[in-house]
């Protein structure tokens, strides 16, 4: 596969950000793209289909709890409601006025 060499390169040290943002601002920007340029995607092996990686945002579980865990979890709810309803905050965890 043509610029599979870019692959095989090995920075002895490695590359500063100021070295980056020189080698980027002196870039020419209307540079034409050779027709075999490889992707990034291709290079790093990514998956396009993928939007985030899925250690990052992993797909959500059903969750799965017993009906006195919905009453407990409906409790703290309602307590809460209540709470800030009567106009007292219990942001953080005091309840207080104002």
Do not use: K
Not at 47 to 55: D, S, V
Not at 85 to 98: D, I, P, R
């Amino acid at each position: 596969m043509p610029g599979d060499a870019a692959t095989a390169v090995e920075l002895d040290q490695p590359v500063s950000d100021d070295e980056l943002s020189a080698l980027a601002l002196a870039a020419d920007p209307d540079t034409a793209v050779a027709s075999d340029a490889v992707s990034l995607w291709d290079l790093a092996g990514w998956n396009r289909e993928e939007l985030l990686p899925a250690w990052y945002m992993p797909a959500p579980l059903r969750a799965s709890s017993s009906r006195w865990q919905r009453w407990v979890i409906g409790l703290v709810v309602a307590s809460f409601l209540l709470i800030n309803g009567h106009g007292l905050c219990s942001t953080y965890g005091v309840v207080g006025f104002g």
